[in-house]
């Protein structure tokens, strides 16, 4: 399980919402909408980031200056740029994964959305996306944005987790289930 797939604390929330009130009064909420994902995928591709993010070697301050620097490097506007520093400043960089995850959920509940994690053994066509987001829709009674994901030791099939729920249809949990299965018998 990632950093990011933990369970989401009431800090990275409340950050989240802050952080989304802001930019919604700045009229700036596209502008962060963007960014935040550049984060996250910086942070999800970058050993090196994390492992900073998380260390206790490093002072608040290099946090605050590596950090900011990055979000400099890489372009991000003000508002997404100050929050990144805030939030090593306020000692909490290694939840920032976290934050951005509680924005986006955030995010999609105020656009009358939910957003769902799908992690699939191969790509998905485009067909099937559309399928998947239908019968979510149906059963979840409002509009379900995909986080798509591929872990190619499922084998086959995928698994979405929606909230609190999770659907597994993948090949490498129903193996499991079938040799449990046959150890029980």
Request: charged share 30%; glycine share 4%.
């Amino acid at each position: 399980m990632s950093q990011t797939e933990l369970v989401t604390g009431e800090a990275p929330k409340r950050y989240a919402s802050a952080l989304l009130d802001l930019a919604t009064s700045a009229a700036a909420l596209k502008t962060l909408e963007t960014d935040l994902k550049s984060v996250k995928t910086m942070f999800a591709g970058s050993e090196e980031l994390r492992r900073l993010a998380d260390s206790p070697v490093f002072t608040t301050e290099d946090k605050v200056s590596a950090l900011t620097a990055v979000a400099k490097k890489a372009k991000l506007g003000k508002l997404a740029t100050q929050f990144i520093g805030l939030v090593a400043h306020n000692r909490r960089a290694a939840e920032l994964p976290s934050m951005i995850e509680a924005f986006e959920a955030e995010l999609a509940i105020r656009r009358g959305s939910q957003i769902a994690k799908v992690t699939s053994a191969k790509k998905l066509t485009a067909a099937q996306v559309t399928s998947l987001k239908a019968n979510l829709k149906k059963a979840e009674g409002r509009k379900v944005d995909l986080e798509m994901d591929v872990d190619p030791s499922l084998l086959g099939g995928f698994v979405v987790r929606l909230g609190s729920k999770l659907y597994d249809s993948s090949l490498k949990t129903q193996l499991e289930d079938l040799s449990l299965a046959l150890k029980d018998a």
